[in-house]
């Protein structure tokens, strides 16, 4: 026990991290391959940990960028949301603590690139966010993780700036239910010069926009920016049926 202790705490130490209960840490670098190899031990992976701390990621950038934006829709705000903790970003962050190399790990995991795979660095993360979520609270998250998230969301706003609305629909739902959008003319109207076309934009079953334009396209992306300004109609953490 004292050396698994040990090793969290070295981690902590290169991090300047404190926790009341060390062992909640140890769980949130203990990846499951290092449980299957060592059924002995009586202590659970990072998974219940990992969710938690996805949670608190949504709710603590949610807070953040209500009060940094004043101004934005709730379309904006959301997509500058989901470019902040989309995985690539929050491995990004676990690499700048060496997150990776600090996990308890089975060997075949690690002997295929565990460490350094990206969906394992961004659950480390969340884990290590509901850890210390539940150890110190949300004033020592947010000191935690402000500094990564102010640090990248000049290019966040770039991003979301450069791309079109289709574009940005799509990273979203991708991100929040894992479904990519669809989209739908329902009704094409007046003279072949001087068509106006309606096009609906769906997230699975859901209709979260329609548009219209002299062109498919142009309804198209105005659909989608208006999926954009009702996300928070339609983007649940639930998923809906992906068949659909």
Not at 15 to 40: G, I, K, M, Q, V
Not at 58 to 87: M, S
Not at 155 to 160: G, K, L, N, P, S
Not at 213 to 240: D, F, H, N
Request: proline fraction near 5%; aromatic fraction near 8%.
């Amino acid at each position: 026990m004292g050396d698994y202790l040990e090793h969290v705490k070295e981690f902590a130490g290169r991090n300047a991290l404190e926790f009341w209960d060390w062992t909640l840490l140890r769980t949130a670098l203990t990846h499951r391959s290092y449980l299957n190899e060592h059924p002995e031990l009586d202590w659970e992976d990072n998974e219940r940990l990992e969710y938690l701390g996805d949670a608190v990621l949504d709710f603590l950038l949610a807070e953040y960028l209500f009060h940094q934006f004043p101004q934005a829709p709730e379309g904006e705000l959301t997509a500058l949301r989901a470019a902040l903790v989309r995985r690539e970003t929050l491995a990004q962050f676990a690499l700048e603590m060496e997150l990776g190399q600090a996990l308890f790990m089975g060997h075949g995991e690690v002997e295929t690139g565990g460490r350094d795979r990206p969906a394992t660095l961004c659950a480390g993360f969340e884990a290590l966010v509901g850890a210390f979520y539940l150890d110190q609270g949300m004033a020592s998250v947010v000191s935690l993780v402000q500094p990564f998230m102010a640090r990248e969301l000049g290019a966040a706003r770039a991003e979301v700036a450069d791309k079109d609305p289709k574009s940005r629909l799509q990273e979203l739902a991708q991100s929040a239910v894992g479904v990519t959008p669809r989209y739908r003319t329902v009704r094409a109207e007046g003279p072949d010069h001087a068509k106006t076309f309606t096009v609906e934009a769906r997230i699975g079953e859901t209709i979260c926009g329609v548009g219209e334009g002299p062109s498919k396209q142009i309804a198209a992306q105005r659909a989608a920016a208006e999926a954009l300004t009702q996300a928070g109609l339609w983007a649940k953490p639930a998923a809906p049926d992906e068949e659909a």
